[in-house]
């Protein structure tokens, strides 16, 4: 098996375990917590001389954060379904839906980037990318309650701060502008501040570009510079940029 597949067969089988019903009624199976850390370990051992981590203590420390994954992603199955009228219940979110799988594959990823290993981590989101088109850089800082609607598109750079309750549509970039490498430790990409929306093919770059909370961002906006809270961006020959009315 080659050494994506491998990285891929550990996501899988770790949101298996998360959300049985994933692997069907009629699935006999048994898998467990068991399974995940023997995975992990055989993932980090064949990690193609990445680095000299303590995979035993790098297992450990993932099995102790996982509880908190689960919390985070059944947030993020909530903000789905609150914020798509198709959705019909969790398991369709969870079976089916791109926008899940992206940010599930990114909680995971981002985990593991936290303890040192930087290359685990790109796979899974990289693979994650490849299924479902949404590229979500493992180091990026997200939320929680993420909604990300029909997904395919939808790129978040790697210094992208994301705040809470925040729903991205299809073709939404979080990008950076053009540097040097030698600036390529400074932060990049904006701020998303929380309870924002943002709509469809919207690109939104730069490292001091902060979307203040509660905004709306329209569908197809170009924006390199910061937007006031309670704001509302719209495009329709010119960008228009004014406090949404508060009750």
Partial sequence: MNYRKQVENFVELVLDVLYPKRQGSKCKVEISTFDIEHSLKSVLA????ECNCDKEQVANDFMAHLPRIKDLLDKDIAAIYAG???????LEIVIAYPGFHGIASYRLANLIYKFGIPLVP???T????STTGIDIHPKATIGESICIDHGTGVVIGQTSVIGNNVKIYQGVTLGALSIPKEKSSQKRHPTIED???IYAQATILG????????SIIGGNVWITSSVPPNSKVIYDGKIVNKPLLQN
């Fill in 195 to 197: 309870n924002v929306v």
């Fill in 46 to 49: 064949n990690n193609l001389a």
């Fill in 122 to 124: 790109r796979i899974i």
């Fill in 84 to 90: 798509d009228p198709a959705a019909t219940d969790e």
């Fill in 126 to 129: 990289e693979n994650s990318h």
């Fill in 207 to 214: 490292g001091d570009t902060v979307i203040g909370k509660n």
